[in-house]
């Protein structure tokens, strides 16, 4: 029934910038106990945690990775959620997917809705 839609990936030089958005629709309208987060998978990997938020914004999480350099946000007005990645390295290279839940305390990978990922790339 939801629908995510994950755009803005693309190729960009170490050290620049992008903007990925996840668009939601199709299902019921978001609530505080939702969860949306964003996860990567490079080739040969396993896919890995990113960052999440909470759809009422009281909680939010970065992979230690990304810490000090990748935001997460959310539109509740356009149910759509965000990262903003500053300071690209190689290693960020991989597809990246938005997910949707209901509620915070279930494992770490166990989402409800998956959109089909987006691709970025980023050169040495």
């Known amino acids: 029934q939801v629908q995510l839609v994950e755009s803005g990936g693309g190729l960009v030089q170490a050290g620049g910038s992008l903007r990925l958005s996840c ?6 309208p978001a609530s505080s106990n939702y969860v949306m987060a964003w996860f990567r998978q490079a080739p040969g990997q396993e896919r890995k945690f990113v960052a999440l938020i909470t759809w009422g914004g009281g909680l939010i999480i ?17 149910n759509a959620v965000y990262l903003q990645m500053n300071s690209l390295k190689p290693e960020d290279t991989a597809v990246y997917y938005c ?3 209901v ?11 998956w959109g089909q990922g987006t691709q ?3 050169s040495s």
Do not use: L, M, N, Q
């Not at 668009?23 to 019921?28: D, E, I, L, P, Q």
């Not at 970065?62 to 356009?78: E, L």
């Open 23 to 28: 668009a939601a629709s199709g299902g019921t």
């Open 62 to 78: 970065h992979a230690d990775s990304v810490k000090g350099r990748f935001t997460i946000s959310r539109d509740t007005a356009k």
């Open 99 to 101: 997910a949707e839940r």
């Open 103 to 113: 509620g915070i305390s279930r494992p770490r990978y166990d989402y409800d809705y």
């Open 120 to 122: 970025v790339t980023v």
